[in-house]
């Protein structure tokens, strides 16, 4: 298999979504004075994004296996189809993929030890596995975005934190840390819903009733419009209650970027013109927090 192939078949620019998170948890956690597990943190890194991109092949293979239409298999959003990539192939890189996961994520629930832990770690490993599989995958439902977004965004910042701070667990940190990731929540909900967005023409034919097919396209893009501004909303109220520091508003600047990149959406309103521009303005939202992190920890913290 070409890397092209390989890259394309685990979806590697969307890899991004557990790599942002992760350095926001991190990132949390040195801000909020914890003690970093360094050991920990590598190998929980490792085992997350290997799992990210697992559930990208899997997504991928059950796509293709389910398609009703032949015109699917062979289309521009079906890299299986399309590049001729063989069972085996997926099957492979599927396995090795799994396998880094599990070895080291029960590798570190070994150093960190407790229940809470490893639970929420068994939820965002069933919520990837179930989002394309069983009688009804959840990506072929309305609460895709939802499941991406809490299990992405939060569960994974959540999980980093817990790994520097395993004695200590309450509702008071699991709301703190919920707001200070709901910019991230929110930005990665948005990419499965412009992915939703643009692939609705498809999804309608091939019985996919996800948010964006009950909602319309249009309406779609108002609630696409409406989540980024509650990822500031949280953001905002982050600050004002001091979980963080008020250099995390450089973020701001990119609303000019994310209302640009709106417009062209708006107007265009296929793949091309939802799913990459959303992945960007997720990077350039994340890449911000964390600049705006890092000169919290370096200047107030």
Do not use: C
Not at 5 to 32: M, N, Q, R
Not at 103 to 120: K, S
Not at 177 to 205: C, H, Q, R, T
Not at 246 to 254: D, E, K
């Amino acid at each position: 298999m070409q890397k092209k192939v390989l890259l394309d078949l685990v979806e590697i620019k969307s890899g991004i979504a557990s790599v942002l998170p992760f350095l926001v948890g991190l990132l949390y956690s040195a801000y909020a004075g914890l003690a970093i597990d360094w050991l920990s943190i590598i190998m929980f890194f490792i085992a997350a994004v290997s799992f990210h991109l697992a559930a990208n092949v899997w997504d991928n293979f059950q796509d293709f296996t389910n398609a009703k239409h032949e015109t699917f298999k062979a289309g521009i959003n079906d890299v299986i189809g399309r590049e001729g990539v063989t069972k085996k192939q997926v099957i492979t890189v599927l396995s090795i993929l799994v396998i880094v996961a599990t070895v080291l994520g029960f590798a570190t629930w070994a150093r960190v030890g407790g229940w809470l832990w490893p639970l929420l770690s068994l939820i965002s490993y069933a919520v990837a596995f179930f989002y394309s599989a069983g009688p009804k995958p959840i990506s072929r439902t309305p609460f895709g975005e939802l499941a991406s977004g809490l299990t992405m965004g939060y569960i994974i910042v959540l999980l980093v934190v817990l790994l520097n701070n395993p004695s200590h667990v309450d509702w008071r940190l699991a709301g703190q840390v919920f707001l200070a990731s709901g910019l991230g929540v929110f930005s990665i909900a948005n990419i499965m819903l412009a992915n939703n967005i643009g692939d609705l023409p498809e999804d309608i034919k091939e019985d996919r009733h996800t948010l964006a097919f009950y909602l319309g396209q249009t309406k779609g893009l108002i609630l696409y419009l409406i989540l980024y501004v509650l990822g500031y909303a949280s953001l905002i109220a982050a600050v004002v209650m001091g979980i963080l520091p008020w250099t995390v508003l450089i973020t701001i600047i990119a609303i000019p970027v994310i209302i640009k990149h709106f417009k062209f959406f708006w107007h265009d309103r296929t793949k091309r013109g939802s799913f990459l521009l959303t992945i960007k303005n997720t990077v350039i939202l994340m890449a911000l927090f964390i600049i705006g992190m890092i000169l919290g920890l370096i200047f107030i913290g």
